[in-house]
């Protein structure tokens, strides 16, 4: 889309047309005086790029960074900042206590990769008398994805020592963590903020409400089973199922009595997941035989997009089309694949893969 004309000739005619016909004279090729328009031109569709680049800032499709957030703010919706990833931690004393051991808020416990990752509790939680653990909710001391991922038992280094406090773990894995809102989910969060206008309890607002609690969410599905029942089944980012955590930050968003109809009666799930297993042969042509290393690195590399772009929106069918496609494209001449089989995937249900075997079967003619 262009509001003014980029294009160097049309500009460059159009100076030459106006002065030749101002001054009576023919500016032949080599003309000095055709050469300083030329320069003119040059600048003059440079400031014409300026102008077009600003103008499209006004629109939703081109806006981008501060000037999206602006776009954003006519419907009153932020930008989602960054948020930090939680877990559980249980603290576990030497020996039960005859008092209470206090535990306070921003107790911190790191990594054990990196000491310097630190989880810090969010709340005073304290073991009871004649008790060895508690449980406590912990948030990473910084705000992204950077913390997620983090298995049980990883965030074990106690950095705040406590009197009779043994050990610290997490007992969940760190999930929920996500960076500040790129441009595309925020275009698409503020195209859809109309739908969270009405009250009426469109499927539309509930999405639009439920992405809005967190970044890391990438889809979301919304069904009704039976009247004043909405179920609301939130996906993250890679195809991640959301934990207990997440999924209460969603319920939170959607069971707001602002955004809410009075008689919905509104459940918060993790999407179920539909497990597939990839077994596969491919053949590369004889005449590709200097790049068999190559392709063999491209089809590895497509069939781990395959298994993303499968698991990366809720209810997309499993396609196996779609993965002999980006085998071929990779650069394998023939593929047989015996699974997965096309399947049919809920709205609520998320593609995820099993085991993987891939087989390159050799070289084979035309």
Same mark, same amino acid.
């Given at each position: 889309?262009?509001?003014?004309?980029?294009?160097?000739?049309?500009?460059?005619?159009?100076?030459?047309?106006?002065?030749?016909?101002?001054?009576?004279?023919?500016?032949?090729?080599?003309?000095?005086? +055709?050469?300083?328009?030329?320069?003119?031109?040059?600048?003059?569709?440079?400031?014409?790029?300026?102008?077009?680049?600003?103008?499209?800032?006004?629109?939703?499709?081109?806006?981008?960074? =501060?000037? $999206?957030?602006?776009?954003?703010?006519?419907?009153?919706?932020?930008?989602?900042?960054?948020?930090?990833?939680?877990?559980?931690?249980?603290?576990?004393?030497?020996?039960?206590?005859?008092?209470?051991?206090?535990?306070?808020?921003?107790? +911190?416990?790191? !990594?054990?990769? %990196?000491?310097?990752?630190?989880?810090?509790?969010?709340?005073?939680?304290?073991?009871?008398?004649?008790?060895?653990?508690?449980?406590?909710?912990?948030?990473? !001391?910084?705000?992204?994805?950077?913390?997620?991922?983090?298995?049980?038992?990883?965030?074990?280094?106690?950095?705040? =020592?406590?009197?009779? $406090?043994?050990?610290?773990?997490?007992?969940?894995?760190?999930?929920?963590?996500?960076?500040?809102? %790129?441009?595309?989910?925020? #275009?698409?969060?503020?195209?859809?903020?109309?739908?969270?206008?009405?009250?009426?309890?469109?499927?539309?607002?509930? #999405?639009?409400?439920?992405?809005?609690?967190?970044?890391?969410?990438?889809?979301?599905?919304?069904?009704?089973?039976?009247?004043?029942?909405?179920?609301?089944? &939130?996906?993250?980012?890679?195809?991640?199922?959301?934990?207990?955590?997440?999924?209460? $930050?969603? %319920?939170?968003?959607?069971?707001?009595? !602002?955004?809410? =109809?009075?008689?919905? /009666?509104?459940?918060? /799930?993790?999407?179920?997941?539909?497990?597939?297993?990839?077994?596969?042969?491919?053949?590369?042509?004889?005449? #590709?035989?200097?790049?068999?290393?190559?392709?063999?690195?491209?089809?590895? /590399?497509?069939?781990?997009?395959?298994?993303?772009?499968?698991?990366? #929106?809720?209810? +997309?069918?499993?396609? &196996?089309?779609?993965?002999?496609?980006?085998?071929?494209?990779?650069?394998?001449? +023939?593929?047989?694949?015996?699974?997965?089989?096309?399947?049919?995937?809920? =709205?609520?249900?998320?593609?995820?893969?099993?085991?993987?075997?891939?087989?390159?079967?050799?070289?084979?003619?035309?």
């Amino acid at each position: 889309m262009e509001y003014v004309s980029e294009d160097v000739t049309t500009s460059l005619n159009h100076m030459i047309t106006t002065y030749e016909a101002a001054s009576g004279r023919v500016l032949y090729p080599g003309d000095p005086v +055709r050469l300083f328009l030329l320069s003119i031109a040059a600048i003059i569709v440079q400031q014409r790029t300026l102008i077009n680049l600003t103008a499209k800032q006004n629109l939703l499709k081109y806006a981008a960074g =501060p000037m $999206l957030d602006h776009l954003g703010a006519f419907t009153e919706t932020p930008r989602l900042p960054a948020a930090p990833s939680a877990t559980t931690l249980r603290f576990t004393l030497s020996a039960p206590q005859l008092s209470a051991v206090s535990i306070p808020a921003g107790t +911190r416990v790191s !990594t054990e990769s %990196d000491p310097k990752r630190y989880f810090a509790t969010v709340a005073f939680v304290q073991v009871a008398p004649g008790q060895l653990t508690v449980d406590a909710l912990a948030l990473c !001391t910084e705000a992204g994805a950077l913390g997620n991922g983090y298995g049980v038992g990883q965030i074990n280094q106690i950095v705040d =020592p406590i009197p009779f $406090l043994a050990t610290a773990s997490n007992v969940t894995v760190s999930a929920g963590g996500a960076d500040t809102e %790129d441009d595309e989910a925020y #275009r698409e969060r503020v195209h859809t903020a109309p739908e969270s206008f009405s009250v009426a309890g469109p499927s539309g607002a509930y #999405r639009h409400w439920a992405k809005s609690a967190s970044a890391s969410i990438s889809d979301v599905a919304v069904f009704s089973p039976s009247a004043c029942k909405v179920v609301v089944v &939130p996906l993250l980012e890679n195809g991640e199922i959301p934990g207990q955590s997440l999924l209460n $930050l969603v %319920d939170e968003a959607v069971n707001d009595r !602002t955004r809410r =109809p009075l008689t919905d /009666q509104v459940t918060v /799930q993790a999407p179920s997941a539909v497990t597939y297993n990839i077994v596969l042969h491919y053949w590369i042509s004889k005449d #590709r035989t200097s790049e068999v290393a190559a392709i063999q690195a491209a089809v590895t /590399q497509a069939i781990t997009g395959f298994v993303l772009w499968q698991k990366s #929106r809720l209810g +997309r069918n499993i396609n &196996p089309s779609e993965l002999i496609r980006r085998i071929m494209d990779a650069g394998a001449h +023939r593929v047989n694949v015996t699974g997965p089989v096309y399947t049919e995937v809920e =709205p609520d249900e998320v593609a995820i893969a099993g085991t993987i075997t891939p087989t390159y079967g050799g070289l084979t003619d035309d």
